[in-house]
């Protein structure tokens, strides 16, 4: 049976509402206070609950047909009982709206380069076995996985196959974006043009015109996306009384999506240091207490569990290609010396000393110290940086003559920000000396240290005309220009590939994407066992398998 467009856009909804129904579920199960909790955050909630559901069931099991419809079927049967039950259903339906909306850039037929090498291969080996150890010996983009693989390895069913391994990018943009929207609403409907208002609506506006294609997401957009819903959070937390509770469920759920996403994210749990600064100096204790009460702070130390296991089960090392936190001395763990070669090749090539068709004379020499800058902006700054600088200077501007005022304006005008200013300038040396890539967390730096300013600017700001009028203004121009160029982008995919999504919607596939997943059948087919003194390891691949507790241990032979 193929794949039509109308069975295409039924599976989307159900996946997302299935995601919705395990939001639902939790939220219950720990009494939140929905005065302080949006459908959208019940969205992000129950992609939570399912990254906890993924990387434990995957110690045991494939996620296979069964285990997925299973899971699909639970999520199904939540969302229905709980939506006869909720009080307001429009919210929930408005968002399905909005999901219809973005629906279009889930159309793809070209994915990014990264797919086809370790996305793709890495999600369809969780659907085809359970844990293994060693499975980075096969591909170097296996040592690095991201949680996204796991959301998305649940979404392998019968007739779709594998054409929704990118729903997890949508879904987390989707529930995001939703929540900006609310968030502007809200602000709208009170009459209170705070930071909290233009911040969202810099942050939704940002995200839906320079995020708008979901095939280069990757793993890293999502996390940038999310980390705006952090500081938002963070902000809220320090600022406000009330919600409290609510607040620390919503910060645990989005540091952990954050990490899980990408490992060296785990440099932004920073970012909660001014909450337990503020905590300690108002000596408001029990808020301090409050986040070691919450079940979710325990699901977060979870979740966070789970990512530095499967990291070490895959390579070695807890987090990939840090050295220091590797351990060379397990049968399938990647050699110290080529863990040190991979870091120095990463941040070669994030400081522009190589590419598809360059490579620096020497790359030790070249990475040291600030030797690489004046290369870096040659070939690096002066196209992508200075381009990404100037549509979000163009941007600001924009925002800024749209809601002009003759009053005074402030950069400081909640408490925590200069705290928050001071690390995310940490975070950018960081991100400048060790991986001046975009991808690598550049994007949402230099927003938040222009979008923060800028929202003060403008809440300072009281005598601002036809507010209401301007921002719809604008949602319907950026909304209408991520329609537009998702439009333009499938008129030149058909244009170049022929492709045609009321026929066929899927993404392309080929031989590539299951060069690993045929490997790996292939030593495990001929059996290609050791014996237990290692004598009998001998094959053409390199790599061999033994088994050990129950589970297969794949290393070089």
């Known amino acids: 049976m193929s794949l039509d467009l109308f069975s295409f856009i039924l599976v989307y909804f159900i996946i997302i509402n299935s995601t919705i129904g395990y939001g639902f579920l939790a939220a219950h199960s720990i009494k939140i206070n929905y005065k302080f909790f949006d459908i959208s955050f019940i ?19 494939e996620h296979g047909y069964i285990h997925n419809l299973i899971i699909l079927i639970i999520g199904i049967l939540s969302f229905v009982y709980f939506f006869f039950k909720e009080e307001n259903k429009n919210n929930i339906i408005k968002l399905n709206i909005f999901f219809l909306l973005l629906f279009i850039s889930f159309i793809i037929f070209k994915s990014h380069d990264d ?17 293994v150890l060693g499975i980075g010996n096969f591909n170097h983009g296996f040592r690095t996985p991201s949680s996204i693989f796991y959301l998305n390895s649940l979404f ?22 939703n929540y900006f929207i609310y968030l502007i609403k809200k602000g709208l409907k009170v009459k209170n043009y705070d930071k909290f208002f233009f911040l969202s609506l810099l942050f939704f506006l940002f995200t839906i015109i320079f995020f708008y294609r979901i095939a280069e997401h990757g793993t890293d957009r999502s996390a940038q996306i999310l980390i705006f819903l952090l500081i938002i959070e963070l902000l809220f937390i320090i600022n406000f009384e009330k919600g409290i509770r609510e607040n620390i469920v919503k910060i645990s759920i989005i540091l952990g999506l954050v990490i899980s996403l990408k490992s060296f994210y785990i440099l932004y749990l920073a970012l909660i240091l001014p909450v337990l600064y503020y905590f300690l ?17 325990y699901f977060f130390l979870l979740l966070f569990s789970n990512v530095l296991f499967v990291n070490f089960a895959n390579s070695g090392c807890l987090i ?4 220091i936190t590797c351990f060379d001395y397990f049968s399938w763990s990647i050699p110290l010396q080529e863990v040190s070669a991979m870091n120095d090749w990463y941040e070669q090539w994030s400081k522009a000393g190589a590419n598809p068709n360059f490579r620096v004379e020497n790359p030790q020499e070249y990475i040291q110290h600030f030797n690489w800058v004046n290369n870096w902006f040659q070939e690096y700054f002066f196209t992508k940086v200075s381009d990404f600088i100037s549509g979000i200077l163009f941007l600001t501007v924009i925002f800024l003559i749209t809601f002009r005022s003759k009053d005074k304006n402030s950069l400081f005008n909640y408490k925590g920000e200069k705290f928050i200013y001071i690390i995310l300038l940490i975070l950018l040396f960081e991100w400048f000396y060790n991986h001046p890539a975009l991808r690598y967390g550049g994007y949402q730096l230099f927003c938040l240290l222009l979008f923060l300013p800028v929202s003060n600017i403008l809440s300072s700001r009281n005598r601002i005309k036809n507010i209401f009028f301007k921002t ?3 949602l319907i121009i950026a909304l209408t220009i991520f329609f537009g160029r998702n439009v333009n982008r499938l008129i030149n995919e058909s244009n170049k590939y022929s492709f045609n999504p009321l026929i066929d919607p899927v993404y392309r596939i080929t031989t590539n994407h299951f060069l690993v997943h045929n490997k790996l059948k292939e030593i495990v087919d001929n059996k290609f066992f050791c014996d237990s003194n290692m004598k009998q390891c001998v094959n053409n691949i390199g790599i061999d398998v033994k088994e050990k507790y129950g589970y297969k241990i794949f290393f070089r032979n």
């Open 43 to 61: 969205g992000l909630l129950g992609v939570f609950v399912l990254l906890l559901i993924s990387y434990t069931t995957h110690l045991f099991t």
């Open 115 to 131: 797919f086809s090498y370790y996305h793709f291969p890495y999600i369809y080996y969780l659907t085809q076995s359970e844990l």
């Open 156 to 177: 392998y069913l019968p007739i779709i196959k594998y054409y929704f391994f990118q729903i997890g990018a949508i879904l987390i943009m989707g529930f995001s974006c």
């Open 281 to 297: 100096i108002d000596k408001k204790f029990n808020n301090l207490l409050l986040i070691f009460k919450n079940y979710f702070f």
């Open 320 to 323: 990939y290609p840090v050295s």
């Open 472 to 474: 719809n203004i604008l």
